[in-house]
Structure formats: C-alpha cells, structure tokens
C-alpha cells in the first residue's frame, strides 16, 4: 500500500501563470504574504495579477538562499502583523521552502524546529499557491521543505503531507533569466531527485515513469538550457522534467545524496544543487550493487548504448553518462572545490545518518561507507 501526494490543481506551459488571480480568488484570498528572494524578481507581475482579481498584497523578500529558522518566524510575524489570508510563494526552492514554513507556522504554532521529520503537524497551511521560476527543486509541488536551523548547522528535513502547495505555477517564461550557473544546479538537482526516487526502496510503477521520462528529458535538455538561456523549448522541457521528478520523489523519497548533501549546505552555506550534481556519481556508485538492472534504464534513459554489454557494464555507463553530463554544464569536479575540509567529513556523516531521505536508499551505509563516500567526492 502507498499514498500518492500531488498538489490539486499544476499549471503549466508558456503564459499559464495568467490563471494566478483567478485561482487566488477561488482560494478565498483576501490579502497575500508574497514570499520571494532579495531580488524580487517578477514579484511587480504577481502583485498586479493579484491586485486585478482584488487581492491586496504585502512582500517579504528576505529569504536567504538556504532559508532559515528565522527567516521562518519574521515571515510568519509579518503574515499576522499584515492580516493575511494566503500565502504566494515565487521563485525556487529557498522561497518556496520558506513560505511552507511560514504557512505552516501560521497554523499549527510553535517553532518550526518542532516539525522536523514525518508528518509533525496537525493542521494544514493556509492557502497556498506556489509559483516557480527555477527547474530544479519542485518544491512547488512536493510535500517536502527544508530548513537550515543555524544553532546546529543542518538542515531539517521536514515531510509533511500538509506543505503540498494547494496550486502550483510552471510558466517557463519565468524561467528566460535564469543565468546558466544557476540553470546548471537546478537542472542536476531534479537529475537527483528522478535518479534516487527511481533506485528508492519504495518506489512504485507510478514513480518509476515519471522518473524515468524526467531522467530523459534533462538528458536531452538540460545542456541547450544551459547554453542559451532564452531557448524556450529546452525551459519548457526542462520545467516538465523538473515536475516529473517531483512527482517522482514527492513520492519514492530520495537517498543518501540528498541526505549528504543536506549536511554540507547546513554546514557550510553551500548551494544544494551543487552539492547534489557532484555527489550523486559517488553515491551511485555505492548504490549499483543492490538494483543494477536499475542503473542499466537509468544509462538507457540518458541515451547510453549497452547492448552487448553485461548488466554491471551497462549500469556502470550511467555513472559516467551523470559525470559527462556535470562535466558539461560546468558543475565542480570535487567538493575541494567548495572549500570541504576532509576534517569535518565524520561529523557529516554522523549527521547524514540522521536524516529522513537516507531511509530509502538501496543499500544500507554505515557512517564509514559515508565518510569513504565524502572523500571519494573531495
């Protein structure tokens, strides 16, 4: 038996975001706390869109790149100072992330260090819109949203079926300006999310289908995206993959690259794209053992040749295709790159072993494996 998480209404494709006022409206909105980044990028769109359907707003634009606690709760302070009835959230992950934490604050009280884990809360957000402009987290659609807690230096995984956004926007036109760096790191974050949902302990003919069409979308697109920025087809592609994976891992969960990845970007501020696109080969490697035939779709879907090949050859071809694919979109080649000392990889093991996404990886690791794992991707 398993659950299936989806947001009950997703607009997509070139000019949908026209519909936001409209599904504003029908939400109740009255007032909106519009969540976005310091750049406020296409924040003037959303207000006028708002306003037209006679829903008032008020902006709070200081989400850090990886959100924090506080960012949380002077969100949440400006939502009851404001009176406001519902929650836009633009832009990638960080806002998005931060907005579910603000809304689910809003609701159930307390801190949001409290709702750390598996369905903590007791009641849902208010209404939620969430409106993407990056192809990578599908944090717009998911049940997940994560928080660095600065005390400790981790981010929290929070899982909770009551932070799926109550509609969410893919407009790829937001997407246009998106520089290539950044387009780089989402894009190798939703490879992330297909690939750990696809070789997770739970993951069902529904997930594997929207992985496996994710993992090739992102094989084929992500490289044109990256190169020029305004190739509309290759963002729109890229902006379906990224949602495919969400479904995907919304879902099946994700794995130890997630689970490590977590640690650095707590640690040391680091972008989680990044850390992903460069852990996810090492991880992999790890993994190969406990479902190879699983790799051998995996280099399939990333348009590998294997035929003739023995099973184990032909999934060791999806670790180099992953490789190339960094490679080629200008993602660091080691985590020495990022300045990761070799003296903080056992207390980022420890930590890894302690988050949620690590439950559903293929093969059990122990904080040696996680360690040896780090080093390999130094």
């Given amino acids: 038996m398993y659950g299936y998480f989806m947001p009950t209404e997703n607009f997509m494709g070139i000019g949908c975001l026209s519909e936001l006022g409209k599904q504003?409206?029908?939400?109740?909105?009255?007032?909106?706390?519009?969540?976005?980044?310091?750049?406020?990028?296409?924040?003037?769109?959303?207000?006028?869109?708002?306003?037209?359907?006679?829903?008032?707003?008020?902006?709070?634009?200081?989400?850090?790149?990886?959100?924090?606690?506080?960012?949380?709760?002077?969100?949440?302070?400006?939502?009851?100072?404001?009176?406001?009835?519902?929650?836009?959230?633009?832009?990638?992950?960080?806002?998005?992330?931060?907005?579910?934490?603000?809304?689910?604050?809003?609701?159930?009280?307390?801190?949001?260090?409290d709702y750390e884990g598996l369905d903590k809360s007791k009641k849902p957000m208010p209404p939620f819109i969430a409106v993407n402009t990056t192809a990578g987290t599908a944090s717009e659609m998911t049940r997940f949203t994560i928080i660095t807690d600065t005390d400790r230096h981790v981010k929290m995984a929070i899982v909770d079926w009551h932070v799926t956004p109550n509609v969410s926007f893919n407009d790829p036109e937001l997407m246009i300006s998106m520089p290539a760096h950044l387009t780089a790191a989402t894009g190798m974050d939703a490879l992330t999310h297909a690939i750990e949902a696809y070789v997770s302990t739970i993951a069902t003919p529904i997930t594997d289908s929207a992985a496996i069409k994710a993992i090739e979308l992102?094989?084929?697109?992500?490289?044109?995206?990256?190169?020029?920025?305004?190739?509309?087809?290759?963002?729109?592609?890229?902006?379906?993959?990224?949602?495919?994976?969400?479904?995907?891992?919304?879902?099946a969960s994700l794995g130890n690259v997630h689970a490590m990845a977590h640690q650095l970007g707590g640690f040391y501020d680091l972008p989680h794209g990044v850390c992903n696109a460069i852990l996810l080969p090492h991880v992999e490697r790890f993994n190969m053992i406990a479902c190879p035939e699983r790799f051998v779709d995996i280099a399939i879907a990333m348009g590998e040749n294997v035929n003739g090949l023995s099973t184990m050859e032909a999934a060791d071809k999806a670790l180099k295709a992953i490789q190339r694919l960094a490679q080629d979109v200008g993602i660091p080649s080691g985590l020495k790159e990022l300045n990761v000392k070799e003296s903080d990889l056992p207390i980022l093991a420890e930590n890894a072993l302690k988050d949620a996404c690590g439950l559903t990886n293929p093969r059990k690791a122990n904080k040696d494996d996680i360690i040896e794992i780090f080093r390999q991707a130094m």
């Fill in 24 to 113: 504003a409206k029908t939400l109740g909105g009255t007032k909106a706390l519009l969540v976005t980044g310091k750049s406020r990028r296409n924040s003037e769109t959303i207000v006028k869109l708002l306003k037209d359907s006679g829903i008032d707003s008020v902006i709070y634009s200081d989400v850090q790149p990886n959100p924090t606690v506080k960012n949380v709760h002077d969100g949440v302070d400006l939502y009851k100072k404001e009176n406001c009835n519902i929650i836009v959230a633009l832009g990638g992950g960080s806002p998005i992330d931060c907005a579910k934490g603000i809304g689910l604050i809003a609701t159930n009280g307390g801190s949001i260090k």
């Fill in 218 to 251: 992102i094989s084929k697109y992500l490289r044109p995206a990256v190169a020029n920025g305004e190739n509309i087809e290759a963002r729109e592609k890229m902006a379906y993959a990224e949602f495919l994976a969400g479904m995907a891992f919304n879902n």
